[in-house]
Structures are given as C-alpha cells and as structure tokens.
C-alpha cells in the first residue's frame, strides 16, 4: 500500500513533467472518491487556485467524461486545447 505522501510526490513529480512536456499551463490530477462517485482534484502543477478543492461527476465536463470511458479527451484547437476544463 503507498502512503499519502508518497502518492503526492508522484502526483507532482508526474504532473510538472507533463507540463513541461506539452508545454501547458497547468496540470491536474483527479481521483475518484469511491464513496461519493465524484472525481475531486488530488493534485497538479501550476494548479490555478479556483481548481483547488474541485470535485466533478463521472461524465461531468472533459475530466470527468474521460474517466467514465477510459479514453483520452481533449478540446479546443491546436493552440487552446483543454484537457480538463472548470471553473
């Protein structure tokens, strides 16, 4: 079992790599509370604080439609591609 700690430095370690890789302005990372059904932000890099506390339906706006099928989902055109959306 990984502690809480341990999964926060691989959430941001993972999280500044892929903004730097695709050269986005931020990065969040979305867990799925399996109590509740919703999706809540766990972490990121360069989060903008009105995400902070953010929790999503399953099938709710682009992160919570990718995590309901599992696939990839993206909008926007090649210079203003959102991977998650909200607020």
Known sequence: RVNNISLMVVLATVSERSVDLIRASASLVY??????????????SRIPAAYHGLMLALGEDVAGRAARSGRTQAEGGEENTRISSRP
């Open 31 to 44: 867990l799925l509370d399996r109590s509740t059904g919703l999706l809540q932000v766990a972490g990121g």
